[in-house]
């Protein structure tokens, strides 16, 4: 270790506090300043973070805000991009290269100030636990989270699911639903043909935690996902997943994961229209890279 003595804080929202568990951080600080209240909620966050008289602070956060929040917590080291007009803010920044990878962005940046000394960049791994919402048993387990109406043109076409997962109900291996609660319309329409086929799934969409969503993926021999985020929860825990890619809010490029076992399925580069990307990967396109990438691991 370089900085034996040195200790970690994470500055994060709620939500994501769950991330960092088993990471060795020695103390986490939430930012809540968000909501009824705002102004003596940031208050009392800066006074917080002051109190602690850090050396460095590293902003993972593009915001005008968040550098000035730190700088009037009086961190005396503060380094990031420069985006919004923060650059004076900042001791150390680097304008931003859309160019890179979203984890190497963050790591050059880091990399960078402390004199470009590192060569590769780690393997990022979230530690995960038993999941107690999964019974498994002893045919694979596929999970999918194919989206709701919320996720625009990103989300699998709801008739098309349908016929994906009439399709995939007659296949030997068992099912979980995942996803946000605004995942529930469409899923619960899923659950209803499994139900019907008497195929054995558990859906427990928009009923996890943070941990409990990762140690479901965990759990899992194949994620099926249109969303980044379980994608990369999928690669930090070791689980294989297919991603299924339409028109995104990024170049998809800079967003698969660089490590991990994933495989992508896209049809519709050649579309015009944003809505036909994605359902260009017909429901048999699915169902046939499934069954594939399961009899590879028997």
């Known amino acids: 270790m370089e900085y034996p003595d040195a200790e970690i804080t994470m500055v994060c929202k709620p939500h994501s506090v769950e991330l960092f568990r088993g990471k060795g951080i020695a103390k986490i600080i939430v930012d809540d300043t968000k909501g009824k209240g705002r102004f003596n909620r940031t208050l009392k966050f800066i006074k917080q973070l002051r109190q602690e008289k850090y050396d460095l602070g590293i902003l993972f956060h593009n915001s005008f805000l968040t550098a000035l929040l730190f700088r009037l917590a009086r961190i005396k080291t503060l380094i990031g991009y420069e985006k919004e007009g923060r650059k004076f803010l900042l001791d150390f920044s680097l304008p931003i290269d859309r160019n890179w990878h979203?984890?190497?962005?963050?790591?050059?940046?880091?990399?960078?100030?402390?004199?470009?000394?590192?060569?590769?960049?780690?393997?990022?791994?979230?530690?995960?636990?038993?999941?107690?919402?999964?019974?498994?048993?002893?045919?694979?387990?596929?999970?999918?989270?194919?989206?709701?109406?919320?996720?625009?043109?990103?989300?699998?076409?709801?008739?098309?699911?349908?016929?994906?997962?009439?399709?995939?109900?007659?296949?030997?291996?068992?099912?979980v639903l995942l996803g946000d609660k605004q995942d529930c319309t469409n899923h619960n329409q899923f659950a209803?043909?499994?139900?019907?086929?008497?195929?054995?799934?558990?859906?427990?969409?928009?009923?996890?935690?943070?941990?409990?969503?990762?140690?479901?993926?965990?759990?899992?021999?194949?994620?099926?996902?249109?969303?980044?985020?379980?994608?990369?929860?999928?690669?930090?825990?070791?689980?294989?997943?297919?991603?299924?890619?339409?028109?995104?809010?990024?170049?998809?490029?800079?967003?698969?994961?660089?490590?991990?076992?994933?495989?992508?399925?896209?049809?519709?580069?050649?579309?015009?229209r944003a809505e036909e990307m994605i359902a260009a990967i017909k429901p048999n396109d699915i169902s046939t890279k499934i069954v594939a990438i399961l009899n590879k691991k028997n």
Not at 126 to 153: D, S, W
């Open 102 to 175: 979203y984890s190497t962005h963050y790591a050059n940046l880091v990399n960078l100030y402390f004199g470009n000394k590192y060569d590769l960049l780690p393997f990022g791994k979230l530690n995960a636990q038993h999941c107690h919402l999964i019974e498994k048993k002893e045919r694979p387990l596929v999970g999918f989270v194919l989206g709701g109406e919320n996720k625009g043109t990103r989300r699998y076409p709801l008739e098309l699911g349908k016929i994906l997962f009439e399709e995939l109900s007659k296949e030997n291996f068992d099912f």
């Open 192 to 272: 209803l043909i499994l139900d019907k086929k008497g195929v054995n799934y558990t859906d427990i969409t928009g009923k996890t935690t943070v941990a409990e969503f990762i140690d479901a993926i965990a759990s899992l021999d194949l994620l099926v996902t249109i969303d980044t985020s379980a994608m990369h929860i999928a690669s930090a825990v070791g689980t294989e997943f297919l991603v299924l890619v339409g028109k995104g809010t990024s170049p998809f490029s800079v967003v698969f994961p660089k490590f991990g076992k994933g495989h992508i399925l896209q049809r519709g580069q050649h579309y015009l």
